[in-house]
């Protein structure tokens, strides 16, 4: 049976999640029908992946676009989750190849400060508003969630700034909702862990390079045939910072001289184990108190 088989019918969604959740999703679908037409982008995690679904649900497939972004940035796994999500609900998916942006455009990405992530944003999501223009759609959307704001996002700027409608965070969905109600909806990747783009594993202000992110990005993925699937490999040029959580810390530990066999295989000289364990965003702690938060 395919994912796309599994997904469960709107009435069996409706009987599986809380009548809070419910209240929710009502409201985003009344999000959805108000926008008529849009363009989805799609990175291949669990919250763009069920507000494409949702969208398609609501407004049928012949009026939706998902779009992705393929580049330097970004793993295999993202891409191909991104393909899956789309091929899940039946909608058409468009790739968009930072390769075809000029050095220009890319430059204060690749500088990779901590507005990285603002000019990524306003870059991909530029080219969406554009491309949603050309095709006669009449908006272009996002799965920025409830909880987004209380972070380091600077990419939410970008898409303010770019009137780019946001469903699941003007629906106060927050992560859990939108796990428990992709869950319910039999999509696939409703527990797939967090996979932010490549870059990430960087501190700032070290310059982006095709090839240490292909370090990075085969790094983590032999660290995954270990066994360590959930991890993060902080390259700090020639130490090695792994982030695992602190429930595989020990299992870590057994595997000590795999991942440092592993690790030295890829260049690094140094392999150093981060005992506080994996958490999201690690590189933004060292920016200031002024910068650790931005709230729209």
């Given at each position: 049976?395919?994912?796309?088989?599994?997904?469960?019918?709107?009435?069996?969604?409706d009987k599986k999640i809380s009548p809070s959740l419910?209240?929710?999703?009502?409201?985003?679908?009344?999000?959805?029908?108000?926008?008529a037409s849009v363009v989805v982008g799609v990175s291949g995690g669990v919250d763009s992946s069920l507000l494409l679904a949702l969208a398609v649900e609501t407004l049928g497939k012949q009026n939706v676009l998902a779009v992705t972004a393929r580049g330097?940035?970004?793993?295999?796994?993202?891409?191909?989750?991104?393909?899956?999500?789309?091929?899940?609900?039946?909608?058409?998916l468009l790739e968009v190849d930072l390769a075809e942006f000029s050095e220009d455009s890319l430059a204060k990405i690749k500088l990779n400060q901590p507005d990285r992530c603002y000019w990524c944003k306003f870059l991909i999501f530029s080219h969406l508003a554009s491309l949603a223009s050309q095709?006669?759609?009449?908006?272009?959307?996002?799965?920025?969630?409830?909880?987004?704001?209380?972070?380091?996002r600077p990419g939410s700027r970008?898409?303010?700034?770019?009137?780019?409608?946001?469903?699941?965070?003007?629906?106060g969905m927050t992560k859990r909702d939108i796990?428990?109600?992709?869950?319910?909806?039999?999509?696939?990747m409703w527990d797939r862990p967090a996979a932010p783009c490549l870059a990430t594993r960087l501190p700032y202000g070290r310059e982006l390079s095709d090839a240490v992110l292909r370090?990075?990005?085969?790094?983590?993925?032999?660290?995954?045939?270990?066994?360590?699937?959930?991890?993060?490999?902080?390259?700090?040029?020639?130490?090695?910072r792994l982030e695992v959580p602190p429930g595989q810390l020990a299992q870590a530990f057994e595997l000590r001289e795999k991942?440092?066999?592993?690790?030295?295989?890829?260049?690094?000289?140094?392999?150093?184990?981060?005992?506080?364990?994996?958490?999201?965003?690690?590189?933004?702690?060292?920016?200031?108190k002024q910068e650790s938060g931005v709230r729209i």
């Amino acid at each position: 049976m395919t994912d796309k088989e599994n997904m469960s019918d709107t009435r069996d969604v409706d009987k599986k999640i809380s009548p809070s959740l419910q209240a929710k999703l009502n409201r985003l679908r009344e999000i959805l029908r108000g926008l008529a037409s849009v363009v989805v982008g799609v990175s291949g995690g669990v919250d763009s992946s069920l507000l494409l679904a949702l969208a398609v649900e609501t407004l049928g497939k012949q009026n939706v676009l998902a779009v992705t972004a393929r580049g330097f940035m970004h793993s295999a796994s993202e891409t191909a989750a991104a393909a899956l999500a789309a091929e899940q609900v039946g909608a058409e998916l468009l790739e968009v190849d930072l390769a075809e942006f000029s050095e220009d455009s890319l430059a204060k990405i690749k500088l990779n400060q901590p507005d990285r992530c603002y000019w990524c944003k306003f870059l991909i999501f530029s080219h969406l508003a554009s491309l949603a223009s050309q095709r006669g759609y009449a908006a272009v959307a996002s799965g920025s969630n409830a909880d987004d704001p209380g972070d380091y996002r600077p990419g939410s700027r970008a898409e303010v700034e770019l009137d780019i409608a946001r469903p699941l965070l003007m629906a106060g969905m927050t992560k859990r909702d939108i796990r428990d109600l992709a869950r319910a909806m039999g999509l696939g990747m409703w527990d797939r862990p967090a996979a932010p783009c490549l870059a990430t594993r960087l501190p700032y202000g070290r310059e982006l390079s095709d090839a240490v992110l292909r370090r990075i990005e085969q790094g983590e993925a032999d660290l995954a045939r270990l066994g360590l699937a959930h991890c993060r490999l902080r390259d700090h040029d020639t130490l090695a910072r792994l982030e695992v959580p602190p429930g595989q810390l020990a299992q870590a530990f057994e595997l000590r001289e795999k991942i440092v066999q592993t690790l030295k295989a890829r260049g690094y000289t140094y392999i150093a184990l981060d005992l506080e364990g994996f958490r999201s965003g690690a590189m933004n702690e060292t920016l200031g108190k002024q910068e650790s938060g931005v709230r729209i």
